[in-house]
């Protein structure tokens, strides 16, 4: 805000000296009443002032480009790297979109209708802890534009303040099926997301609004989700599987393409719109290959992993976007009666081995106890069991391996 004069101080002092040097004569006087009817004033343009500095706040916030403008600024307030990755042994939860998840349970609200299960193995996976707020990211491909790392709300995103394009680097070519979440927020414009053919691309709007283009076949599918609040900070989801494609916004499935084609290759590209009043920001990616029905991998190895079961940060309280995942393993269950599952709890490294193991234990007996309450499954049919960090999936040195640590595993009894 701008520096403002301020006189108040010097009628104060001049007030008290009237008083200290005793009788005032009538000029005296005069100036007396006219000076406390300063004071009054004054007393009432500090609340008045208050309110102004708080609303020229807000408006600061609007004028300067939204979210995550100042990195500088915000990177003193929000926690520290290491204070954000000490809870890195949750599931995945994912901190943006949703039907009001702080209060609701799976199956309840919107998600009883969404179906986004994430692929099993994690390919890529970042959420920009390990980088320079202010710098681009050491994992990511830069292209053009202007992008840097910012946080807000005691996050990072990847900040863009011009038209801008990115890669995702995959440590192999896209499988026939995988996943891919992130966040995002566009306040002008849309991003473009092509996985291997620029003509074959989905586009995310800022107001919910997606698209699927195959420019080869003339293929044009859209999609809207019923909130259409331009610039909020959205979850886009997409499941691909050979041709086959389905994109989701927060909690809502918004297309179902059977024949989009839309191409396979060891990179990721991301084309935004933005300028420096209407930045764009994304964080949070993870790329995930497979989908194999979980009875199918039971069938053939006598366990599955799933990357589906979400809980809070620190916590055993289930996410309603386990949804899809639950539902599919009550299925199972009341389709195969013979079945006895153990439910294990695995974590990567991050915090003590101790405190691993506890929520490992706490979170497979949760699960257990869904899967009893919500499908009637006989408690005798289902155990629980917490492993902490003793099992690891991979390597905890990077941002997939510990993503593949993170998970619930269903074993055959």
């Given at each position: 805000m701008p520096t403002r004069f301020r006189i108040f101080p010097l009628l104060a002092s001049t007030a008290a000296l009237l008083v200290i040097s005793g009788a005032a004569t009538p000029a005296e006087a005069q100036f007396g009443k006219k000076l406390k009817g300063a004071l009054k004033q004054h007393a009432e343009d500090k609340a008045v002032q208050k309110a102004v500095e708080k609303e020229d706040k807000a408006i600061d916030a609007v004028t300067t480009g939204g979210p995550g403008t100042d990195s500088a600024a915000s990177a003193s307030t929000a926690p520290a790297a290491g204070a954000a990755a000490a809870p890195a042994a949750d599931a995945a939860a994912p901190p943006a979109g949703g039907d009001k998840a702080e209060s609701l349970k799976p199956g309840e609200g919107a998600w009883a209708n969404y179906d986004f299960k994430p692929g099993e193995r994690v390919l890529y996976a970042d959420d920009f802890t390990g980088d320079e707020v202010g710098g681009f990211p050491k994992r990511m491909e830069f292209k053009e534009g202007a992008l840097e790392i910012v946080e807000w709300q005691g996050a990072r995103y990847l900040r863009a303040t011009s038209d801008s394009k990115f890669y995702l680097s995959l440590p192999e070519v896209l499988p026939e099926r995988?996943?891919?979440?992130?966040?995002?927020?566009?306040?002008?414009?849309?991003?473009?997301?092509?996985?291997?053919?620029?003509?074959?691309?989905?586009?995310?709007?800022?107001?919910?609004?997606?698209?699927?283009?195959?420019?080869?076949?003339?293929?044009?599918?859209?999609?809207?989700?019923?909130?259409?609040?331009?610039?909020?900070?959205?979850?886009?989801?997409?499941?691909?599987?050979?041709?086959?494609?389905?994109?989701?916004?927060?909690?809502?499935?918004?297309?179902?393409?059977?024949?989009?084609?839309?191409?396979?290759?060891?990179?990721?590209?991301?084309?935004?719109?933005?300028?420096?009043?209407?930045?764009?920001?994304?964080?949070?990616?993870?790329?995930?290959?497979?989908?194999?029905?979980?009875?199918?991998?039971?069938?053939?190895?006598?366990?599955?992993?799933?990357?589906?079961?979400?809980?809070?940060?620190?916590?055993?309280?289930?996410?309603?976007?386990?949804?899809?995942?639950?539902?599919?393993?009550?299925?199972?269950?009341?389709?195969?009666?013979?079945?006895?599952?153990?439910?294990?709890g695995h974590t990567d490294n991050v915090g003590s081995a101790a405190s691993n193991q506890a929520l490992s234990e706490k979170r497979a007996a949760a699960v257990r106890q869904f899967l009893i309450d919500s499908y009637q499954v006989d408690a005798a049919r289902l155990q629980a069991k917490g492993l902490g960090q003793s099992k690891p999936a991979g390597s905890n040195d990077t941002p997939e391996g510990r993503q593949n640590n993170r998970r619930v595993e269903l074993v055959k009894s």
């Amino acid at each position: 805000m701008p520096t403002r004069f301020r006189i108040f101080p010097l009628l104060a002092s001049t007030a008290a000296l009237l008083v200290i040097s005793g009788a005032a004569t009538p000029a005296e006087a005069q100036f007396g009443k006219k000076l406390k009817g300063a004071l009054k004033q004054h007393a009432e343009d500090k609340a008045v002032q208050k309110a102004v500095e708080k609303e020229d706040k807000a408006i600061d916030a609007v004028t300067t480009g939204g979210p995550g403008t100042d990195s500088a600024a915000s990177a003193s307030t929000a926690p520290a790297a290491g204070a954000a990755a000490a809870p890195a042994a949750d599931a995945a939860a994912p901190p943006a979109g949703g039907d009001k998840a702080e209060s609701l349970k799976p199956g309840e609200g919107a998600w009883a209708n969404y179906d986004f299960k994430p692929g099993e193995r994690v390919l890529y996976a970042d959420d920009f802890t390990g980088d320079e707020v202010g710098g681009f990211p050491k994992r990511m491909e830069f292209k053009e534009g202007a992008l840097e790392i910012v946080e807000w709300q005691g996050a990072r995103y990847l900040r863009a303040t011009s038209d801008s394009k990115f890669y995702l680097s995959l440590p192999e070519v896209l499988p026939e099926r995988f996943t891919m979440e992130f966040d995002y927020t566009i306040p002008a414009g849309e991003v473009w997301i092509s996985f291997g053919n620029e003509n074959k691309r989905i586009e995310f709007g800022g107001d919910g609004t997606t698209t699927v283009y195959n420019q080869d076949t003339k293929i044009t599918a859209n999609g809207q989700v019923a909130d259409n609040e331009r610039g909020k900070l959205r979850k886009g989801r997409v499941l691909a599987d050979g041709k086959y494609v389905k994109v989701y916004v927060d909690d809502t499935r918004v297309l179902n393409v059977p024949n989009a084609d839309l191409g396979r290759a060891d990179k990721i590209l991301f084309y935004t719109d933005a300028d420096v009043k209407t930045p764009s920001l994304f964080g949070n990616f993870r790329v995930a290959a497979g989908g194999k029905k979980l009875y199918d991998a039971l069938a053939a190895k006598g366990r599955a992993a799933t990357q589906g079961i979400y809980f809070d940060t620190g916590s055993d309280r289930i996410r309603p976007e386990s949804t899809p995942t639950l539902k599919e393993i009550g299925a199972m269950l009341k389709d195969h009666p013979e079945l006895k599952l153990t439910i294990e709890g695995h974590t990567d490294n991050v915090g003590s081995a101790a405190s691993n193991q506890a929520l490992s234990e706490k979170r497979a007996a949760a699960v257990r106890q869904f899967l009893i309450d919500s499908y009637q499954v006989d408690a005798a049919r289902l155990q629980a069991k917490g492993l902490g960090q003793s099992k690891p999936a991979g390597s905890n040195d990077t941002p997939e391996g510990r993503q593949n640590n993170r998970r619930v595993e269903l074993v055959k009894s």
